[in-house]
Nanobody, 125 residues
Framework: QVRLVESGGGSVQSGGSLRLSCAASADSAFTYSMAWFRQAPGKEREGVAAMDTYGRTTYADSVKGRFLISQDGGKNTVALKMNNLRPEDTAMYYC???????????????????WGQGTQVTVSS
């Protein structure tokens, strides 16, 4: 079992920036594709950004050009730098991991095996 531990998040005004981090709790022999999802109150969970095991990244259209996903210090780690935040970015953000070495994973086809506990991001206007 892999546990994903998230950090970061918080409250910021519109136009501000935040950074989220996530790491697997224990060293794993496997390398996972990593991603961030979010869920706003009353809405379905949606994919935000993903990075596969080759470092290729994909983004939801709503965050392209504002968010950047990257490795955060080693395998099975991921960070999400969020710039120019908007009130509509307010949500609980979840780190996710999928192990599927034969699949080219993108944010639209990712089916996570593991989820983090979530971290709140609140953007005020």
């Amino acid at each position: 079992q892999v546990r994903l531990v998230e950090s970061g998040g918080g409250s910021v005004q519109s136009g501000g920036s935040l950074r989220l981090s996530c790491a697997a709790s224990a060293d794993s022999a496997f390398t996972y594709s990593m991603a961030w999802f979010r869920q706003a109150p009353g809405k379905e969970r949606e994919g935000v950004a993903a990075m596969d095991t080759y470092g290729r990244t994909t983004y939801a259209d709503s965050v392209k050009g504002r968010f950047l996903i990257s490795q955060d210090g080693g395998k099975n780690t991921v960070a999400l730098k969020m710039n120019n935040l908007r009130p509509e970015d307010t949500a609980m953000y979840y780190c996710a991991a999928e192990f599927c070495p034969l699949k080219k994973i993108t944010i639209t086809n990712m089916i996570p095996n593991y989820w983090g506990q979530g971290t709140q991001v609140t953007v005020s206007s």
